[in-house]
């Protein structure tokens, strides 16, 4: 399975705890703080590791962060 998630920096206050529970480790804390002076966390998966899992999205205290998810089709059973 496939995933993705979006993390809306509006909402997102820092807390870190997404990037401590995600298993693959594609989401780190910006290098940049929010107009509110928070530090967001960011998505950053250039290999596409994501499983969505929704461990991130799961233990956001803010619901900041959206997942998405492609399921694999099989391909259908010839008759």
């Known amino acids: 399975m496939r995933g993705a998630i979006r993390i809306d920096e509006n909402r997102c206050k820092g807390c870190e705890l997404c990037t401590a529970v995600c298993p693959k480790q594609v989401i780190q804390m910006a290098d940049y703080f929010t107009p509110r002076g928070y530090q967001p966390a960011v998505y950053a998966d250039p ?8 461990l991130c999205a799961t233990i956001c205290p803010d619901a900041a962060i959206t997942v998405y998810r492609q399921a694999r089709v099989k ?4 008759a």
Not at 47 to 54: A, D, E, F, I, S
Not at 75 to 78: E, G, I, K, L, S
Request: some cysteine.
């Open 75 to 78: 391909a259908p059973v010839p």
């Open 47 to 54: 290999l596409q590791l994501c499983t969505g899992c929704l």
